[in-house]
């Protein structure tokens, strides 16, 4: 299964939030990166057929949907996670599987439960199962959350922001869940946090303001800031010029170590030196491009 967008427009009023947005997704991780505001959750409630396109379509394997009975078959065939997923905080995190299961028209008794137990064991939360929803931590929620996307065994999901607030240890646990489950089908993974893509992703796109700006691989990305990666040593009261972004910058001994994008560093610095650029460089240089 494919997804094809073509010349996706969205407005609210005057404000444009998608501009002819053109992406072809095939299975396996997709990333969706930029700022917040850039219009990815825009795209996803689209891909989701929550929102209807203001101009283009969209088509995902042979399903066209801009047909309101093929947005129906979509629908059997998608899951989707949302950055603010509402919870019941009373029920146990078994009852609100099986409560979204109904939803999703899972009718079947005996055969929900045996899918909600076989979910609960692939996101690690079959022994925390028959607590409330309200002691679960923050990443206990975002995997519970995922468990419910993947009720009826969609071919398609679409996940917005799921390692938000969440620590080192639970975003690890969420990435490589989210790694696995892509084996077989499409996961759209939408981020801001560049190391969720570098770490999951082979191929991703880059909105900006609406726009498209990059949509390629990852490795691809990253060599887009070949030449113009560097590392040097300056003053302590030292400021950087606007043409440089910084990256890092680590306090030491006798200064500070910046690890900047963009032009050769000039003037009051010492020990310049080229680096390899990794995807956070790719990223910050493209958007420098990007910037009218």
Known sequence: MNILVEHV?????????????DLRIEQGMFGLLGPNGAGKTTLLRILAT????????????????????????????????????GFYPDLTGREFLDYMGLLKRLYDRNA????I???????????????QIKTYSGGMKRRLGIAQALLGDPQV??????????????????????????????VI?????????????????????GRLVF????????????????????????TPPLDLSVISALSQRGGTLYHVVGPEPRGPVQDVQRLSPTLEDGYVWLRQGSKP
């Open 112 to 115: 929900r439960r045996r899918q």
């Open 50 to 85: 929550l929102l209807r396109p203001t101009n283009g379509r969209v088509i995902i394997g042979s399903s066209d949907l801009s047909q309101r009975t093929q947005r129906k078959m979509v629908r059997a065939h998608l899951g989707y996670l949302p950055q603010e997923l």
């Open 215 to 238: 949509d390629g691989l990852t490795r691809q990305l990253i060599e887009e800031a070949s030449g113009h990666t560097w590392q040097f040593l300056a003053a302590p009261n030292y």
């Open 157 to 186: 999901l679409v996940i917005d922001e799921p390692t938000t607030g969440l620590d080192p240890e639970e975003r690890i646990r969420l990435r490589t869940l989210l790694t696995r489950l892509a084996e077989d089908r499409i």
């Open 189 to 209: 993974l939408s981020t801001h946090v560049v190391e969720d893509i570098n770490q999951t992703c082979e191929r991703l796109a880059v909105l900006d303001k």
């Open 117 to 131: 137990a076989a979910l609960l064991n692939i996101v690690n939360l079959a022994e925390h199962a028959d607590r």
């Open 9 to 21: 427009s969205k407005r609210y009023g005057s404000h444009e939030a998608l501009k002819g947005i």
